[in-house]
């Protein structure tokens, strides 16, 4: 039972590349969703997922494109890296509504140079 | 070298003794919260939820207190162990059409054998 996993670990990329993020979950949960975490931030939603081919921004969606072309599948693609975007990256899924608990995956950390 | 806003909050304690982390949250609306812990290196793990037409849940050795008054959550932890030391955060939600989740920045709880 996998869960919730992500894809890579750890990520170094240069400035202006583009790179994707992988997150996938075996449960079926119907809401997926895709955090930052930074030192004085906490964690900060950038966009979530309710259903196959329907995604919302969250709080930080500048610079990040989602999609969601199946259900267990939530990638997650900085088109244009910059170094703000450094940060350790949460997927996390959640079962039926949007207020249910959500579970994470191990996170990528990712540094852009 | 450090800079300000990078500090956790910190509790020491010892093994075997009571932990109550506290949290102020924001959202009067808010009607579904959260505790998780993360381990370093790790994802958030879920570890008690309360709905706001609750005071007080149970866990195992766990218990979430709910002031909706002063809009204040607590964590107590009972016989600490050497395992709970982690960064616990707490999370609101408000739902409904106005779909709001807010994470706290966390408690550093660090136990002492």
């Known amino acids: 039972d996998a869960g919730i996993t992500q894809s890579p670990r750890y990520k170094i990329t240069e400035t202006g590349r583009q790179v994707t993020l992988m997150c996938h979950q075996t449960w079926s949960h119907s809401y997926m969703f895709w955090y930052r975490q930074d030192l004085g931030h906490g964690l900060r939603l950038i966009y979530y997922s309710a259903a196959a081919d329907i995604t919302d921004k969250g709080e930080v969606p500048d610079g990040y494109v989602v999609s969601r072309s199946k259900t267990e599948n939530f990638p997650l693609t900085l088109e244009s890296a910059t170094r703000s975007q450094t940060s350790v990256y949460f997927c996390a899924s959640s079962p039926i509504r949007l207020g249910d608990t959500q579970y994470f995956g191990p996170g990528t950390r990712l540094t852009v140079l | 070298g450090e800079s300000v806003g990078l500090h956790l909050p910190t509790l020491s304690v010892q093994e075997g003794d009571n932990s109550i982390i506290n949290c102020a949250y924001s959202n009067s609306a808010s009607d579904y919260f959260i505790w998780y812990k993360q381990e370093s290196g790790k994802g958030p793990q879920f570890i008690i939820d309360?709905?706001?037409?609750?005071d007080k849940r149970q866990g195992q050795r766990v218990t979430v207190l709910l002031n909706k008054t002063v809009k204040h959550l607590s964590l107590q932890i009972a016989a600490t162990q050497p395992g709970d030391s982690a960064v616990y955060f707490c999370a609101e939600i408000s739902g409904g059409s106005n779909y709001k989740l807010t994470f706290g920045k966390g408690t550093l709880l660090t136990v002492n054998p």
């Open positions: 309360i709905r706001s037409n609750m």
